[in-house]
């Protein structure tokens, strides 16, 4: 029983050694590694097992590591990987072979690849590049199919020559496209750029590379790369159809969803309620339709927009606010209606009495004019006579005074 025993122990000791090697077991690097860039923001590692590596019922795998503007670190059995990453400012990589046995770990030593940034001028690459994309709706066989745009904007390099132009191209997936339709600055160069169609799925996932260079008679243009996920810069179209209703002050709205291949339950909806005199509301909800109260004598506006729920997909863009809708009637408050018409009839009273007393001439007759006292007594007639004095006398003022009487009556003629 005993030999039986040993033997078999013996033989599982044998195997364990062919499957697991000890620790001392040594891993080689691989060999001919390589970085060859394969389209727009878009590289393909490749490398070979050590032919040197005793690979004997051994279960070999790599590990890379990825220095570019945003670091990876991940494993793999493959000997190739495909890797999406900017390359406007170099990329380099590396590779190593690693076994994990039980809890232990064994690596071989690293080997890199470089691949240096394209040549170009500093600051001469464009700045603040930001896009979207929009779903629009069209009729093809009899099949409702939803067209995918994209729009982009951007803004020239500080240091870029006057007559630089840029040039704009997407890639996503195996597509990759030119823009065709630019908008331009005052100097006459592209700043932004339209895709009215593009080969972008309308639910689309993963990552939407741009891509924009440039060219100069007085610089070489260094070229700009940047990668976005697709459900963060989709922006949903508005919502259609809004309607809104009063009845006292009692306020109903209602929509239809946004153009879109999301069915109904997928959008999320903010409701936003206003007038002239400061109110302001803004509500979210989950369906198409929204009750609220008001004061029942003002006019509002109201505007409602949609955004894909994360029940769906990942939380994306708000769509633009509808065109505001009005409901209910701007109405003055009792107090002021009541001194506006007695204002406006006082006024056309006033007017229309007026108007009569010029007519028929009343007027010299309701209010006829006051005689005048009469006077015997003619009015006095003040002289002033100035007499001049010599340079050194004082000038004299002599004021007389002259009084003609109504009647001269002479009694005497003796003097």
């Not at 260094?222 to 508005?238: R, V």
């Not at 369906?287 to 729920?309: L, W």
Request: overall charge neutral; glycine content about 4%; charged content about 20%.
């Amino acid at each position: 029983m005993v030999p039986a025993f040993l033997i078999l122990f013996g033989a599982f000791e044998t195997l364990q050694t062919d499957l697991f090697p000890d620790k001392k077991f040594l891993l080689l690097p691989p060999m001919n590694f390589t970085i060859q860039v394969t389209g727009l923001a878009q590289v393909l590692l490749h490398w070979e097992p050590n032919p040197d590596q005793d690979q004997k019922n051994i279960n070999l795998k790599y590990h890379v590591k990825i220095n570019a503007s945003q670091e990876e670190d991940y494993e793999t059995r493959n000997t190739q990987s495909k890797c999406e990453t900017t390359l406007h400012q170099g990329f380099s990589a590396r590779v190593r072979t690693i076994l994990w046995r039980d809890s232990s770990f064994l690596a071989s030593s690293w080997v890199s690849a470089e691949r240096k940034s394209p040549p170009g001028s500093p600051g001469t690459s464009i700045v603040n590049l930001t896009c979207t994309t929009n779903t629009a709706a069209g009729n093809y066989t009899n099949l409702k199919l939803y067209q995918v745009s994209l729009h982009c904007t951007w803004l020239a390099g500080k240091d870029a020559p006057e007559d630089t132009q840029y040039f704009l191209y997407y890639r996503y997936g195996a597509w990759t496209e030119e823009c065709r339709e630019y908008n331009k600055d005052t100097l006459n160069r592209n700043t932004a750029c339209w895709f009215p169609r593009t080969f972008i799925h309308s639910k689309a996932r993963g990552r939407l590379a741009v891509h924009v260079n440039g060219s100069s008679k007085h610089a070489t243009i260094k070229p700009f790369d940047q990668l976005f996920d697709i459900q963060a810069i989709d922006q949903p179209n508005p919502p259609m159809n809004v309607t809104a209703e009063t009845e006292g002050s009692h306020l109903s709205i209602q929509w239809e969803k946004p153009v879109s291949a999301f069915p109904s339950h997928c959008f999320e909806y903010e409701v936003k309620i206003y007038n002239t005199n400061g109110y302001y509301q803004v509500e979210k909800t989950t369906t198409s339709t929204f009750i609220s109260t008001t004061d029942g004598v003002s006019k509002y506006s109201i505007q409602v927009r949609a955004t894909v729920s994360p029940q769906c997909r990942a939380m994306g863009l708000w769509s633009k606010w509808s065109q505001p809708i009005h409901v209910g009637n701007e109405q003055q408050p009792m107090s002021e209606w009541l001194l506006i018409t007695l204002t406006a009839t006082l006024c056309f009273v006033s007017l229309i009495s007026l108007l009569l007393c010029r007519i028929y001439r009343l007027w010299p007759k309701l209010f006829p004019p006051v005689p005048a006292p009469k006077s015997s007594i003619k009015d006095l007639i003040v002289a002033t006579n100035w007499e001049k004095a010599g340079p050194n006398e004082t000038e004299i003022e002599a004021i007389s005074y002259i009084e003609e009487p109504a009647f001269e009556i002479l009694e005497s003629s003796a003097f």
